[in-house]
Each structure stands twice: as structure tokens, then as C-alpha cells.
């Protein structure tokens, strides 16, 4: 029994209705004008009854025959209705002004989807001028996983409603789909190709409104070969903007779209760019005194980059998940922190494994920056996917098995670091614009009388990655703020070093004598202008330093 006598059965005297709907739904599946005796052996109808229910469609409008071919199609009056009903959703009136200034400044295909049950259906479309644009009919449906807008759109939805959309996957499908929502989240938009048009590229940034809105997702349908790998980031910053339009301010997140206008020309004379790699989202610098090399990431395109001083070169490994940061462990091995929590890294396969997850039970939640104490022991700070909540700990790794929370309600934990004596440990949370220190016992891994070592007004940027050298001077990386600060123990700006990108996101002292400052960047959700006025947005950079860093700790007990 197909599902068309299923339903005839279980709704007595719509039998008649059903056969109808089941000669359009052939239709609709078949994409293509079809004949009389396709419809036969498909429906498996009686040819008379076939022939007096084509009839009626036909003159209703709901399918259309073409004489000359004798051949069958969906009518007018289809789209007449589905027009109709689409017109009735609140989230594709909201949207279509921006889809029509997004076509317009973009120049490609713009659309709008939404989520209906386990499927993502194209509700508007508008085509740019552009002879090369794809072509997107409206109505067009994919299942949401099988897509990068359903996946966008299921990426910003809680646990509870995905669930049951991914319960058919396999949890190795399940796991790799969770790795590429956590990405998506973390930078606001999804980037993948299309399923159904080859050599398409696909993005996509969630618009999630109020429940009675609907969960939709904008879109943008081009050509990868014309649409270049920076570009594709560019326009997720500008659908993310477009979003926020639609939705008021999409979410709370406190993720950062637009930086804060140059402060000046100046560069630090001295600076060098050292890589120019454009990373997404580059941080976690460490110096691998052992191998002597620089180690750090991109979070939102998952790599673990090793720049060596001696040769000038920078290699690049891509990561299965997201990756936070990597730190140095006894005899030459590596561990990481990802979204799977504490894992270790095979330096010469780039294979990870998991160690150990304390917030297995937040999926939501991702780990950021991390540190290694004197005495081996592993801190790092945790933070919601798309910073959106207070809902970061502050972690210390007694052994790689084991962790415990000493700190909570972080919105997005980042830097971190202790004064050479041990007795200070700072903590940075981006979203309060503020460096914490606390009373720091290096003896049993405890901190206490927390206070606000610095503050920053926003149109200061806000701290992000940090480090200590040798004289307890804390060095600031300020995202949005062009520029990395360093400052004296109690609290006093002591240098200035200005940065030609507006987002510096993290530094580490390195190299062998522990005076080269390296500086990580970011281009991520940066405008098009800003990337013309700070090409090198996304590079490491170096600069001499007087004062040398401090020795980078290893982690104990690696296996």
C-alpha cells in the first residue's frame, strides 16, 4: 500500500481528492512536462479515471497540457495559490527589502528560505543583473541537513529541535554535522557547496524571529570559480548585517560586525608582517620552544598553523572541528582544545583525540583560549557558540582526565596568564571589556578575590588575547582596537604597538631569546571597505621587544 491509499483509507470519501493531489505531487517530483502513459504507470490508476481527473485540473487551472506534445504539466494556478500562501508569512515580508538591496550590491542571487518540518523550501527569490547569477526557482525544496541553508538554519536552533531532524543519521553523520554547526555558529554564517548545481557555491546566515516569524535563513547562490574565498566571507559579514535588519538585532550576541574607525595611519615601524595567510579567525599563538617554531589556529576555518622563524615559512593543516588552541606537553607531544574539549594531536598526522570534555552535556558551548600553569596544569575558559550568553566557565585541567570549574557566567572567555611569581592570574572576558586578575596559589591550582585588572570603553575594542613577559607586563591584543597594549603591573599603558588590521586577536612572546612579540589577526564579519583599507586583516605579525617573554609551560602527563 502506497502512501496515497494510506491517506484514502484513513479519511473515507476523499478518495477522489487524493488521486487528484497524487497526479500533481508526480508532476511536481517529475520537474519536466510528462506524458499521458508515464502518469499511468506511475499513479497506477484506472486510464479513465486518469483521464477525468486530468480533465478537471486542467480546467481549475492546476495543470496545463500542451496539445502540440501532448504532454502534462503543473498549471498557473498552482503558483496563483502557492504565491498566496507564502505572502501570509510574516518573515518573507520583513525580508524583502534587504533581499532587494542584497541582489542589488552583491550582484548575485539573493533568496530567502525557510524551515518547514525537516525541509528548507525557497520562499522568495531575487535575481541580480548579473548574467552569470543562478537561477533559483521559488517553492524549490531540499531536506535541511542535505542543505547549507537548512544547515545554517539548524545550526542556530536549540538542541531540542534538531534532534529529532538528525534521529535518522548515523552518529558518525550526526557528529560531523555537529562539528559544522558549532563552525557555522561561531562565525554567524555557513559556507558549502550546492547539492543540487555543480560548481556552485553556497551561503547562508540564519534569520531567527519571534516563534510566530518562523526559522528562515538569506542566501546567496553563486558561481565558486567568480566568487573568490575571501569574497564568500565578506558576504556572509553582509547577510549577517542584513539579518540583524530583518530581526532587529538577530539574537544578543554580542559578536562584532562593523570595527571601530582607524584611530590613526600609524603603524609601529618595526612591525613586520610575517605571514600573509588570511586567516578567518587567527589566534592562540604559542611558542613551541622544543621545535622552535610558533604554533597557532584558525577557529572559524579550522587549521593548525606552524610558522618557522629559521625558514620564513608557515604551514597549514586543516582540522576536522573547531580548534581553539594548541599547547606544547612533554617530550615534543602536542594537545589541543576543541569543541570536543581536551584532545590530543598527533604533530605529524594532524589526527586528534579526545581526552576528556567537561561540558560533553552543553552542546552550545565551545572552548576558546588555554594556557599551561608551571606545574603542567591546563586552563581554559569556555563561551557560547555565537557568544550570545553568560554561559563560559573558567576551567583548570588537573590531569588530562580530570576538570574542575573555578570561575563562571563568562560571555566570552579569552586570554589568560600568570605574573612570573605565580601569585597573579589574569582572565579576560571580551564581551565586559575587561581583564580580571585574581590571587592565584600555584600550589593547589586556586584562584580567589577576583577584580577587574583593566576595563576598556567600546570604542577602545575590546581585549582579547593576551600574554605576560619576565617584568609582569601584560600584553593585550584589542580586537576592533587596531592595536596591541602593553601594560605595567598596576595597570598603567606602558607601549603602544599599532597594527595596520583592525582586529589583532591574540599575541605570545617567542623565538629563542623570547624578545620577538608575535601578534595573530582576524577577518572575519569584516566589510568589504575595511578589507580594502587592511589587506593584511587575517596575518601573524612580529615585533622586537626589550623586555623577553616568559618560558611557555608543558603540559604533564600527556600520553
Not at 9 to 30: D, H, N, S, W, Y
Not at 43 to 67: E, M, N, S, W
Not at 271 to 289: Q, S, Y
Request: proline content about 6%.
Amino acid at each position: 500500500m502506497n502512501r496515497f491509499d494510506d491517506i484514502a483509507k484513513r479519511f473515507p470519501g476523499a478518495g477522489t481528492l487524493v488521486k487528484g493531489i497524487q497526479i500533481m505531487e508526480f508532476l511536481a517530483e517529475a520537474g519536466r512536462p510528462t506524458t499521458s502513459a508515464e502518469l499511468l504507470r506511475q499513479t497506477q490508476l484506472p486510464k479513465a479515471t486518469l483521464y477525468r481527473l486530468l480533465g478537471a485540473l486542467i480546467d481549475f487551472g492546476y495543470v496545463r497540457r500542451d496539445a502540440r506534445l501532448k504532454t502534462y504539466s503543473l498549471g498557473q494556478r498552482l503558483i496563483e495559490l502557492g504565491g498566496s500562501s507564502l505572502a501570509t508569512i510574516d518573515l518573507r515580508s520583513a525580508a524583502e527589502s534587504e533581499l532587494t538591496r542584497l541582489a542589488s550590491e552583491i550582484n548575485e542571487t539573493v533568496s530567502l528560505t525557510m524551515l518547514d518540518g525537516d525541509r528548507s523550501i525557497y520562499v522568495d527569490v531575487r535575481r541580480s543583473s548579473n548574467p552569470l547569477s543562478v537561477g533559483i526557482e521559488i517553492g524549490k525544496s531540499l531536506h535541511a541537513v542535505e542543505s547549507t541553508s537548512g544547515q545554517a538554519i539548524l545550526a542556530a536552533l536549540p538542541p531540542h529541535r534538531v534532534n529529532g531532524i538528525l534521529a535518522a543519521l548515523s552518529r558518525e553523520e550526526q557528529s560531523q554535522l555537529m562539528a559544522d554547526f558549532a563552525i557555522s555558529r561561531a562565525r554567524g554564517y555557513t559556507i558549502g557547496p550546492s547539492r543540487t548545481i555543480e560548481g556552485v557555491i553556497v551561503i547562508a546566515v540564519p534569520v531567527i524571529g519571534p516563534p510566530d516569524m518562523g526559522s528562515g535563513a538569506i542566501v546567496v547562490t553563486a558561481l565558486a570559480d567568480h566568487t573568490p574565498l575571501e569574497r564568500r566571507h565578506v558576504i556572509g559579514r553582509d547577510l549577517m548585517e542584513a539579518a540583524r535588519r530583518i530581526v532587529g538585532n538577530l539574537g544578543s550576541a554580542s559578536v562584532s560586525i562593523t570595527p571601530n574607525p582607524r584611530p590613526s595611519r600609524h603603524v609601529s615601524e618595526t612591525l613586520r608582517c610575517v605571514a600573509r595567510v588570511g586567516a578567518i579567525v587567527g589566534e592562540g599563538p604559542v611558542w613551541d620552544a622544543s621545535a622552535g617554531v610558533l604554533r597557532w589556529v584558525d577557529i572559524a576555518a579550522p587549521a593548525i598553523h606552524c610558522y618557522d622563524p629559521a625558514t620564513g615559512e608557515n604551514r597549514m593543516d586543516p582540522c576536522p572541528h573547531l580548534v581553539s588552541a594548541v599547547l606544547p606537553a612533554e617530550d615534543g607531544r602536542m594537545v589541543a582544545i576543541s569543541q570536543n574539549g581536551l584532545e590530543a594531536l598527533d604533530v605529524a598526522t594532524g589526527a586528534l583525540r579526545p581526552l576528556y570534555d567537561p561540558e560533553a552535556h552543553l552542546s552550545t558551548n565551545r572552548f576558546n583560549d588555554a594556557k599551561t600553569d608551571s606545574r603542567g596544569r591546563i586552563w581554559a575558559g569556555s563561551m557560547s557558540l555565537d557568544a550570545s550568553m553568560p554561559s563560559g566557565s573558567l576551567y583548570c585541567f588537573d590531569t588530562l582526565r580530570s576538570a574542575r570549574a573555578v570561575d563562571g557566567g563568562f560571555q566570552i572567555s579569552n586570554g589568560l596568564g600568570w605574573s612570573p611569581d605565580d601569585t597573579r592570574f589574569y582572565f579576560v572576558d571580551s564581551a565586559l571589556g575587561t581583564v580580571f586578575v585574581y590571587d592565584f596559589d600555584v600550589e593547589t591550582g586556586t584562584v580567589a578575590n577576583r577584580e577587574a585588572f583593566l576595563t576598556f570603553e567600546p570604542e577602545e575594542g575590546k581585549p582579547d588575547g593576551m600574554c605576560v613577559d619576565s617584568a609582569g607586563n601584560v600584553w593585550v591584543a584589542m580586537w576592533d582596537g587596531w592595536r596591541v597594549g602593553c601594560y605595567d603591573p598596576s595597570g598603567d599603558l606602558i607601549r603602544t604597538v599599532d597594527m595596520p588590521v583592525p582586529r589583532p586577536s591574540s599575541c605570545y612572546l617567542g623565538d629563542d631569546d623570547l624578545k620577538t612579540l608575535y601578534i595573530t589577526s582576524a577577518s572575519i564579519r569584516l566589510p568589504a571597505s575595511v578589507l580594502e583599507e587592511a589587506p593584511l586583516s587575517g596575518s601573524l605579525f612580529a615585533i622586537d621587544v626589550d623586555v623577553p617573554g616568559l618560558p611557555t609551560n608543558e603540559v604533564r602527563g600527556c600520553p
